[in-house]
């Protein structure tokens, strides 16, 4: 294995009784990479990530962390990343700095080497103003920070963050992606959302997940073709009107422009579309993966219409996760009937939508 490979997993599984939440999954996360991992409630996100930050064992198969088996060698695994899950484990009645203290001492660091990462963390993590408040006074948003700087406070060389979006309002989260940004230009990442916006700014791959499998893996354009189908619009000035015609020939007929539009190679369907300006206006689908905007402008230029409009519409990340992802709420269903005393049988993938109670409910989930 590469020693560029800082996230290897090999057909790994994890069987829950009789139901299966990882089905043989298989990637490579490079150093330096900053991955999204996608898909819906119940797909096995959480699973998968429960493994490689060692809380629970897989099935079968492999998972490495920078080398290390995530089974036969968990402390080096878990000194080699950072974690942050959903909720941040934090401890409401410690300040900030306590917390951060109290995180570096559990991953055994001493006081000059705490010193040190604690300023770099502090000031990536925008923390400086909070530092001796309690955690129990702080936002949502602060309280992400928070949880961010411990898990960097060791300044681990890969960060997996279970949906650390998902109690922010917009602003938090603008912010928090700054954040994400700057710290994955030296780190390798693996983020889980449900808000594949974030996904589109921050990650340069993705990897989508249905049903325990894997059903795409690669850069974000690769992804987007995968729907195999690109619309095209085109609009040509039907005639004069209120504006002169300034085409080199009579103006077109719609039926002209149909026709030649439909002779182009690859397309599969013209559809017209309504419009209230004086132009014909249609969509094109075709297959071909080649931009197809210089022919339609040379077929135009050719025969002497004016082109008012053409542009492609992109597929967009979210198009394509619900074509490869729609039909898994029979799955859903059934891995939300799993038996919640078994607190490692279930993948937490569906409470992610879940509101953070209050302050009281919050301290006993500290523990």
Same mark, same amino acid.
Request: hydrophobic letters at 35%; glycine letters at 8%; a negative charge.
């Given at each position: 294995?590469?020693?560029?490979?800082?996230?290897?997993?090999?057909?790994?599984?994890?069987?829950?009784? %009789?139901?299966?939440?990882?089905?043989?999954? %298989?990637?490579?996360?490079?150093?330096?990479?900053?991955?999204?991992?996608?898909?819906?409630?119940?797909?096995?996100?959480?699973?998968? !990530?429960?493994?490689?930050?060692?809380?629970?064992?897989?099935?079968?198969?492999?998972?490495?962390?920078?080398?290390?088996?995530?089974?036969?060698?968990?402390?080096?695994?878990?000194?080699?990343?950072?974690?942050?899950?959903?909720?941040?484990?934090?401890?409401?009645?410690?300040?900030?700095?306590?917390?951060?203290? *109290?995180?570096?001492?559990? &991953?055994?660091?001493?006081?000059?080497?705490?010193?040190?990462?604690?300023?770099?963390?502090?000031?990536?993590?925008?923390?400086?103003?909070?530092?001796?408040?309690?955690?129990?006074?702080?936002?949502?948003?602060?309280?992400?920070?928070?949880?961010?700087?411990?898990?960097?406070?060791?300044?681990?060389?890969?960060?997996?963050?279970?949906?650390?979006?998902?109690?922010?309002?917009?602003?938090?989260?603008?912010? *928090?992606?700054?954040?994400?940004?700057?710290?994955?230009?030296?780190?390798?990442?693996?983020?889980?959302?449900?808000?594949?916006?974030?996904?589109?700014?921050?990650?340069?791959?993705?990897?989508?997940?249905?049903?325990?499998?894997?059903?795409?893996?690669?850069?974000?354009? +690769?992804? &987007?073709?995968?729907?195999?189908?690109?619309?095209?619009?085109?609009?040509?000035?039907?005639?004069?009107?209120? !504006?002169?015609?300034?085409?080199?020939?009579?103006?077109?007929?719609?039926?002209?422009? #149909?026709?030649?539009?439909?002779?182009?190679?690859?397309?599969?369907?013209?559809?017209?579309?309504?419009?209230?300006?004086?132009?014909?206006?249609?969509?094109?689908?075709?297959?071909?993966?080649?931009?197809?905007?210089?022919?339609?402008?040379?077929?135009?230029?050719?025969?002497?219409?004016?082109?008012?409009?053409?542009?492609?519409?992109?597929?967009?990340? #979210?198009?394509?996760?619900?074509?490869?992802?729609?039909?898994?709420?029979?799955?859903?269903?059934?891995?939300?009937?799993?038996?919640?005393?078994? +607190?490692?049988?279930?993948?937490?993938?569906?409470?992610?939508?879940?509101?953070?109670?209050?302050?009281?409910?919050?301290?006993? +989930?500290?523990?």
């Amino acid at each position: 294995m590469s020693t560029d490979v800082m996230i290897h997993v090999n057909d790994l599984s994890k069987n829950f009784g %009789s139901f299966r939440a990882l089905d043989k999954i %298989s990637f490579d996360v490079q150093r330096g990479e900053i991955v999204g991992f996608l898909g819906p409630n119940g797909a096995g996100k959480s699973t998968t !990530m429960r493994i490689l930050t060692c809380f629970i064992a897989p099935s079968s198969g492999t998972a490495r962390i920078k080398g290390y088996d995530v089974f036969d060698d968990p402390l080096s695994v878990r000194r080699s990343l950072g974690y942050l899950p959903q909720r941040a484990p934090l401890y409401l009645e410690m300040s900030v700095l306590e917390y951060l203290r *109290f995180a570096a001492d559990i &991953r055994q660091l001493d006081h000059a080497s705490f010193m040190k990462s604690a300023k770099d963390v502090v000031e990536v993590c925008g923390l400086a103003q909070v530092l001796g408040k309690e955690i129990r006074h702080l936002s949502h948003g602060y309280r992400q920070r928070v949880g961010l700087a411990q898990a960097l406070i060791h300044d681990p060389p890969i960060l997996i963050l279970d949906e650390p979006t998902s109690d922010l309002d917009p602003n938090e989260k603008a912010e *928090f992606l700054e954040y994400l940004k700057h710290i994955g230009k030296d780190r390798t990442v693996m983020l889980s959302t449900h808000n594949l916006s974030e996904v589109e700014s921050a990650c340069a791959r993705a990897i989508i997940v249905r049903k325990g499998r894997i059903v795409a893996d690669g850069p974000l354009d +690769e992804i &987007r073709a995968k729907s195999g189908k690109v619309r095209y619009v085109v609009s040509v000035q039907e005639s004069a009107g209120a !504006m002169p015609y300034r085409g080199t020939g009579t103006p077109p007929t719609q039926h002209a422009v #149909e026709a030649a539009l439909r002779s182009l190679p690859g397309v599969s369907t013209v559809v017209e579309l309504p419009t209230d300006e004086r132009v014909h206006s249609y969509a094109l689908s075709t297959d071909r993966k080649e931009d197809l905007r210089p022919e339609i402008f040379s077929l135009c230029v050719g025969k002497g219409w004016v082109l008012v409009e053409l542009h492609r519409d992109a597929q967009t990340l #979210e198009d394509v996760f619900r074509n490869l992802t729609i039909g898994d709420e029979s799955r859903n269903r059934r891995l939300s009937a799993v038996d919640d005393d078994e +607190e490692e049988g279930g993948d937490d993938d569906d409470a992610s939508d879940g509101d953070e109670g209050d302050e009281d409910e919050d301290e006993e +989930e500290k523990d």
